[in-house]
């Protein structure tokens, strides 16, 4: 019998068999590729008992409009079940900058929450327990970590009992992202690691850095490439950490990765397997990591923003499911199902509802966190596995020789767009279907209609005004002495850290403690 297509591939694996049998993974030795999970290499996970012992966290992403606003939606996810918060910013925050800044004109609460000072970070985490509950900080640079510490200590809270992450991938921020890139990448590389620094010696339940691949993959990136790049930029970060004169059994335990899922659902199980061993093997092999935990990927997931249509949105809710088993059965630490309208807009409460809802049906409901790595053993997935590995070590070799992820952002940034090319140039010539875009179309007016989330129109003016009262109150002398000490540390070549947290208790801004950071660091903006 005939075939629909005369080769079937994947993004990455170019000629996927009719069937997979054991001479597909003859080469495999148990002990040395697979072992128990909990065990080097980790491919079948890092904990012996998976999600029988705790299952990944439910972390959707949220927020829009200011802190009070933020804070509804928050503690409604975590009413209706979410056991870990992600934050999102507005553009303006997530380029430190002020909302009352001429560049951050119409963009002031748009997609994200408006963080000026610490009052608003404060509205933010209003009546939530920060001892118990674990933040994710969707920031690209470290500017928020000292005012969430601010925040915190004014609470009483003891900086030891913070769970969290910073996201603060400024490696990421050169190839694929175009948040805070006002200064030279290794000067941004220097008050990054104050961040990793300062939460080494002060907070170990923080994870100061996340290593983003989400936004190569969504760039139009390989599964293999965004296994290569994103953990080329790991080496970057390590490298740069050790020459810091910190020792790799100090931080690498609290290094973590942000990946995304896509709907190629095989590819993107083995994706996260291979990813977990090539990163194991780095860390023992080329840095000679001695503690255990420092080979460990521990990771989040967000399911692919690049696959959700406004075509037929509802759809959106089938590709999430999918792309959220994937990550379940890859072995995923942390999750953020997409809703189904965000082609449009920031969520509405109903759609993010159903998103939750996907993740605690696949976990309660489905059987699969009720063993350790079920889809181990395939002779597909350990194909696919062991192929994303050897491409993944293939192109980390290519960013070594152009002298490090650092060095080769452009060229990064080259590869993954040529990739994107050619995969719009296969959905143009309906060489990949994709249901309600190239097939399976309606007319316009049988499309769903969705009622979307609206923001305040006047909701700018209101920020601008609130800023504006905070700094006439505030004492000024306080703040200037404040910033004053962030440009002289910044000068010295110090740690900024504890001097950005107390300009923010000072009721500084964010744009206030960016500027005096560039002055002690001679940034010319």
Wanted: overall charge negative; aromatic content about 8%.
């Amino acid at each position: 019998m005939g075939e629909r297509e005369s080769e079937f591939s994947t993004s990455s694996i170019n000629n996927v068999s009719r069937v997979y049998t054991p001479e597909d993974i003859k080469n495999i030795e148990y002990l040395d590729d697979l072992n128990f999970p909990g065990q080097y290499p980790f491919t079948r996970g890092i904990r012996p008992t998976g999600y029988r012992g705790q299952l990944w966290t439910h972390r959707l992403v949220s927020g829009a409009m200011g802190g009070k606003e933020s804070n509804k939606i928050l503690k409604n996810l975590l009413a209706h079940g979410e056991t870990g918060l992600n934050p999102v910013f507005d553009p303006p925050t997530l380029n430190v900058r002020d909302s009352d800044e001429d560049i951050s004109q119409s963009q002031v609460g748009i997609n994200g929450t408006a963080i000026d000072t610490l009052i608003d970070m404060e509205d933010l985490f209003d009546e939530i327990d920060i001892e118990k509950v674990s933040v994710s900080l969707i920031a690209p640079h470290p500017f928020l970590f000292p005012m969430y510490i601010a925040m915190a200590e004014n609470r009483g809270v003891q900086l030891h009992k913070l769970k969290g992450t910073i996201q603060n991938d400024c490696i990421n921020n050169s190839h694929s992202c175009n948040w805070f890139r006002m200064a030279p990448l290794p000067l941004r590389m220097k008050v990054h690691g104050d961040a990793v620094e300062f939460a080494t010696r002060y907070l170990p339940l923080w994870n100061p850095l996340s290593i983003v691949g989400y936004h190569i993959r969504e760039g139009g990136a390989t599964a293999a490439q965004e296994i290569g790049f994103t953990l080329a930029d790991g080496i970057a970060y390590v490298e740069d950490f050790i020459e810091r004169g910190m020792d790799v059994d100090s931080f690498a335990p609290r290094l973590s990765f942000f990946f995304s899922c896509e709907t190629d659902f095989l590819e993107e199980v083995a994706k996260f397997r291979a990813a977990r061993r090539v990163w194991a093997k780095i860390m023992k092999n080329r840095f000679h990591a001695k503690e255990e935990r420092s080979l460990l990927l521990r990771y989040h997931v967000q399911t692919a923003g690049n696959s959700l249509l406004a075509q037929q949105p509802l759809n959106n809710i089938i590709r999430t499911t999918i792309q959220a088993l994937a990550a379940v059965l890859g072995g995923c630490n942390s999750l953020h199902t997409n809703s189904y309208d965000e082609a449009f807009a920031a969520p509405t409460p109903e759609a993010a509802l159903i998103a939750l809802r996907t993740q605690q049906i696949i976990a309660h409901e489905s059987g699969v966190a009720n063993t350790v790595d079920p889809l181990g053993g395939s002779y597909c997935i350990e194909a696919f596995t062991d192929e994303l590995e050897r491409k993944s070590f293939e192109i980390i070799e290519q960013v070594d020789k152009r002298g490090g992820a650092v060095k080769a952002w452009k060229w990064i940034q080259d590869s993954y767009l040529s990739a994107a090319y050619e995969k719009q140039k296969r959905i143009e010539n309906n060489k990949q279907v994709v249901v309600g875009l190239n097939a399976f179309t309606l007319d316009e007016q049988e499309d769903q209609e969705l009622n979307l989330f609206e923001i305040d129109p006047d909701f700018e003016e209101k920020q601008i005004a609130f800023l504006s009262e905070i700094k006439r109150k505030r004492d000024q002398k306080s703040v200037e002495r404040a910033l004053n000490e962030i440009t002289h540390i910044t000068e010295k070549g110090m740690n900024t850290m504890r001097s950005m947290v107390e300009a923010y208790k000072a009721l500084a801004t964010l744009g206030e403690v960016r500027r005096a950071w560039e002055r002690g660091a001679n940034v010319t903006v």
